[in-house]
Protein backbone atom coordinates (compact mmCIF):
# COMPACT_ATOMS: atom_id res chain seq x y z
CA UNK A 1 0.00 0.00 0.00
CA UNK A 2 2.77 2.86 0.83
CA UNK A 3 4.34 1.82 -2.29
CA UNK A 4 1.58 2.14 -4.56
CA UNK A 5 0.79 5.62 -2.50
CA UNK A 6 4.17 6.78 -2.71
CA UNK A 7 4.01 6.01 -6.67
CA UNK A 8 0.85 8.00 -6.88
CA UNK A 9 2.71 11.19 -5.20
CA UNK A 10 5.73 11.15 -6.80
CA UNK A 11 3.16 11.89 -10.22
CA UNK A 12 1.58 14.16 -8.61
CA UNK A 13 4.69 15.69 -6.69
CA UNK A 14 6.16 16.39 -10.72
CA UNK A 15 3.48 18.37 -11.67
CA UNK A 16 2.69 20.59 -8.89
CA UNK A 17 3.84 24.20 -9.16
CA UNK A 18 6.44 25.73 -6.77
CA UNK A 19 4.78 29.19 -5.68
CA UNK A 20 4.22 28.08 -2.11
CA UNK A 21 4.96 31.33 -0.15
CA UNK A 22 1.72 31.07 1.94
CA UNK A 23 3.10 27.96 3.51
CA UNK A 24 6.34 29.40 4.08
CA UNK A 25 4.49 31.88 5.83
CA UNK A 26 2.98 29.89 7.92
CA UNK A 27 6.12 27.84 8.92
CA UNK A 28 7.79 31.54 9.37
CA UNK A 29 4.41 32.66 11.56
CA UNK A 30 4.70 29.35 13.64
CA UNK A 31 5.46 29.28 17.31
CA UNK A 32 8.35 26.33 16.74
CA UNK A 33 10.07 28.45 14.07
CA UNK A 34 10.00 31.26 16.19
CA UNK A 35 11.89 29.63 19.63
CA UNK A 36 14.50 27.63 17.69
CA UNK A 37 17.76 28.54 17.48
CA UNK A 38 18.63 25.63 15.39
CA UNK A 39 16.86 24.24 12.10
CA UNK A 40 17.27 21.29 10.32
CA UNK A 41 15.64 21.29 7.04
CA UNK A 42 16.78 18.88 3.85
CA UNK A 43 17.68 20.11 0.50
CA UNK A 44 14.92 19.60 -1.99
CA UNK A 45 14.65 17.73 -5.36
CA UNK A 46 12.88 19.69 -7.94
CA UNK A 47 9.76 17.93 -7.46
CA UNK A 48 9.95 18.94 -3.58
CA UNK A 49 8.82 21.71 -2.08
CA UNK A 50 12.31 24.30 -2.34
CA UNK A 51 13.43 24.48 0.63
CA UNK A 52 15.79 27.17 -0.31
CA UNK A 53 13.52 29.86 0.97
CA UNK A 54 13.33 27.92 4.22
CA UNK A 55 17.07 28.57 4.59
CA UNK A 56 17.30 31.79 3.45
CA UNK A 57 15.16 32.95 5.70
CA UNK A 58 16.47 31.16 8.92
CA UNK A 59 19.96 32.45 7.91
CA UNK A 60 18.69 35.91 7.62
CA UNK A 61 17.14 35.45 11.03
CA UNK A 62 20.65 34.64 12.59
CA UNK A 63 19.23 30.96 12.72
CA UNK A 64 21.91 27.96 12.96
CA UNK A 65 20.64 25.97 9.31
CA UNK A 66 21.31 22.44 9.02
CA UNK A 67 20.84 19.83 6.24
CA UNK A 68 21.46 15.95 6.45
CA UNK A 69 24.06 13.62 4.86
CA UNK A 70 22.96 9.86 4.70
CA UNK A 71 25.88 7.33 5.45
CA UNK A 72 25.57 3.32 4.97
CA UNK A 73 23.32 1.49 7.28
CA UNK A 74 20.31 3.88 6.72
CA UNK A 75 22.49 6.75 8.84
CA UNK A 76 22.15 10.09 8.49
CA UNK A 77 23.76 13.55 10.54
CA UNK A 78 22.86 16.97 10.55
CA UNK A 79 25.64 19.40 9.97
CA UNK A 80 26.12 23.02 9.54
CA UNK A 81 24.61 24.79 5.87
CA UNK A 82 27.89 27.56 5.05
CA UNK A 83 26.54 28.11 1.58
CA UNK A 84 25.66 26.04 -1.51
CA UNK A 85 29.41 25.82 -2.93
CA UNK A 86 30.04 23.87 0.02
CA UNK A 87 28.06 20.86 -1.05
CA UNK A 88 28.34 18.27 -3.17
CA UNK A 89 25.87 16.10 -4.63
CA UNK A 90 25.35 12.40 -3.30
CA UNK A 91 24.46 8.99 -5.16
CA UNK A 92 20.82 9.75 -4.76
CA UNK A 93 21.42 13.17 -6.46
CA UNK A 94 21.03 15.09 -3.91
CA UNK A 95 23.20 17.80 -2.33
CA UNK A 96 25.07 17.35 0.97
CA UNK A 97 27.90 19.14 2.87
CA UNK A 98 31.06 17.77 2.06
CA UNK A 99 33.57 16.42 4.19
CA UNK A 100 34.28 19.06 5.81
CA UNK A 101 31.17 20.49 6.93
CA UNK A 102 30.81 20.29 11.28
CA UNK A 103 28.08 17.91 12.72
CA UNK A 104 25.80 18.90 15.48
CA UNK A 105 24.82 17.27 17.90
CA UNK A 106 20.97 15.72 17.83
CA UNK A 107 20.44 17.22 21.24
CA UNK A 108 20.79 20.83 19.98
CA UNK A 109 18.60 20.36 17.15
CA UNK A 110 15.20 22.50 17.94
CA UNK A 111 13.46 21.72 15.14
CA UNK A 112 13.41 19.39 11.98
CA UNK A 113 11.27 20.16 9.40
CA UNK A 114 11.01 16.44 7.94
CA UNK A 115 10.11 16.09 4.50
CA UNK A 116 7.59 13.75 3.09
CA UNK A 117 5.63 12.24 -0.16
CA UNK A 118 1.99 11.91 1.74
CA UNK A 119 0.54 12.63 5.03
CA UNK A 120 -2.52 11.01 6.75
CA UNK A 121 -5.90 13.20 7.72
CA UNK A 122 -5.41 11.32 11.00
CA UNK A 123 -2.72 10.92 12.71
CA UNK A 124 0.41 12.80 11.39
CA UNK A 125 1.95 9.71 10.00
CA UNK A 126 3.92 10.18 6.92
CA UNK A 127 5.14 7.87 3.77
CA UNK A 128 8.68 9.20 3.17
CA UNK A 129 10.81 8.17 0.29
CA UNK A 130 11.37 4.44 1.48
CA UNK A 131 15.26 4.01 3.03
CA UNK A 132 14.13 4.90 6.56
CA UNK A 133 16.33 7.39 7.45
CA UNK A 134 14.39 10.56 9.44
CA UNK A 135 12.19 7.67 11.04
CA UNK A 136 15.52 5.85 12.24
CA UNK A 137 16.79 9.22 13.56
CA UNK A 138 13.52 10.41 14.54
CA UNK A 139 12.97 7.24 16.64
CA UNK A 140 15.24 9.57 19.82
CA UNK A 141 14.92 12.82 18.69
CA UNK A 142 13.14 14.73 21.54
CA UNK A 143 12.85 18.43 19.59
CA UNK A 144 9.95 19.66 17.31
CA UNK A 145 9.01 18.28 14.29
CA UNK A 146 6.96 19.67 11.18
CA UNK A 147 6.24 18.72 8.01
CA UNK A 148 5.01 21.04 5.35
CA UNK A 149 2.24 19.76 3.59
CA UNK A 150 0.74 20.66 -0.40
CA UNK A 151 -2.75 20.02 -0.35
CA UNK A 152 -2.33 16.99 -2.41
CA UNK A 153 -0.32 15.28 -0.02
CA UNK A 154 -3.04 14.81 2.42
CA UNK A 155 -4.70 11.55 2.19
CA UNK A 156 -7.59 9.55 3.89
CA UNK A 157 -5.95 6.87 3.06
CA UNK A 158 -4.66 4.28 5.73
CA UNK A 159 -1.84 2.06 5.17
CA UNK A 160 0.40 -0.50 7.33
CA UNK A 161 2.26 1.43 10.27
CA UNK A 162 5.48 -0.44 10.59
CA UNK A 163 6.85 0.06 14.09
CA UNK A 164 9.82 2.30 12.88
CA UNK A 165 7.23 5.01 11.45
CA UNK A 166 7.43 8.31 13.76
CA UNK A 167 4.73 10.55 13.62
CA UNK A 168 5.23 14.29 12.93
CA UNK A 169 4.37 16.70 15.54
CA UNK A 170 2.57 19.03 13.48
CA UNK A 171 1.70 19.08 9.85
CA UNK A 172 1.58 22.49 8.01
CA UNK A 173 -0.64 22.31 5.29
CA UNK A 174 -1.16 24.38 2.10
CA UNK A 175 -4.40 26.22 1.78
CA UNK A 176 -5.89 25.53 -1.39
Not at 2 to 16: G, P, S, T, V, Y
Not at 53 to 68: C, F, R, V
Not at 146 to 159: A, G, M
Request: hydrophobic fraction near 40%; glycine fraction near 6%; proline fraction near 3%.
Amino acid sequence: MKNEIRQQMFELMKNAGSNHGKLYQQLFNSSEWQAAKIIAVTMSTNMELDTMPIIEKGLSEGKTMLIPKTFPHHKMEFFEFENLESLILSNFGILEPNDNAKVIAKNKIDLIIVPGVAFSKNNNQRIGYGGGFYDRYLSDYLGKTISLVRHFQLIDSEWKLEITDIPIQRLIIEVE
